[in-house]
């Protein structure tokens, strides 16, 4: 069955650092999405991307988040200088279709100290 | 932001026996309904969906029901078996985007 894989499963980063994390979505999937799950609390949605554009972006997508869609299949999140609150699992999500459910990679744990 | 909301974090479940996990919607708009399950260390993994035009889909031992009049959403498992246990999300899309809410931590007691 085809999965969303994400890289590192694990980084732990400085506070102030900059952190690419990358995801290579379904091959066939024409949407993108990265969200958020802090430790205990639920599932927030940061970004949304088509068509080589951020398509919707939530509150905490501030300008210290940047997505890109370098080559044809990976999908990468960047934090520019990293903060304390930023520790979180972060999940890439790839879907087919905008109206229908995504499929999540395992997520990448993001420890900022 | 939306809220999307889980009547009960904790459930208890003895081998065998149904579970009903439950969630309410705030959002009268959202049309498009999906419950996930999280198991510890992994990612959202997709289990049933719904959409407003139904009031119940059914799956392999989960059936989903949906109650708009009280936006109110619920997952039923049946035979839970100890794989089945996980934390338990609804997610509402009203057109945009996911709205998870919280989730529910099953435990199926063997």
Not at chain 1, 17 to 34: A, K, T
Not at chain 2, 67 to 81: G, W
Request: overall charge negative; charged content about 20%; some cysteine.
């Amino acid at each position: 069955e085809p999965e969303v894989t994400q890289t590192p499963s694990h980084q732990v980063t400085q506070m102030g650092q900059e952190v690419i994390l990358r995801c290579v979505p379904i091959s066939n999937h024409l949407y993108f999405y990265w969200y958020r799950q802090i430790l205990g609390q639920k599932v927030e949605f940061l970004v949304s991307f088509y068509n080589n554009e951020i398509s919707e972006k939530s509150e905490i997508f501030d300008d210290q988040f940047s997505v890109e869609r370098p080559d044809g299949s990976n999908f990468t999140l960047k934090i520019r200088s990293t903060k304390l609150e930023d520790s979180a699992m972060y999940f890439c999500a790839s879907g087919a279709d905008r109206d229908y459910g995504y499929t999540f990679g395992s997520g990448t744990r993001l420890t900022v100290v | 932001g939306e809220s999307v909301g889980l009547h009960l974090p904790t459930l208890s479940v003895q081998e065998g026996d149904n579970s009903i996990i439950n969630c309410a919607y705030s959002n009268s708009a959202s049309d498009y309904f999906i419950w996930y399950k999280q198991e510890s260390g992994k990612g959202p993994q997709f289990i049933i969906d719904i959409r407003s035009n139904m009031d119940k889909r059914q799956g392999q031992r989960v059936t989903v029901l949906l109650n708009k009049t009280v936006k109110h959403l619920s997952l039923q498992i049946a035979a839970t078996q100890p794989g089945d246990s996980a934390v338990y999300f609804c997610a509402e899309n009203p057109g945009n985007q996911f709205y998870f809410g919280t989730g529910t931590s099953l435990t199926v007691i063997p």
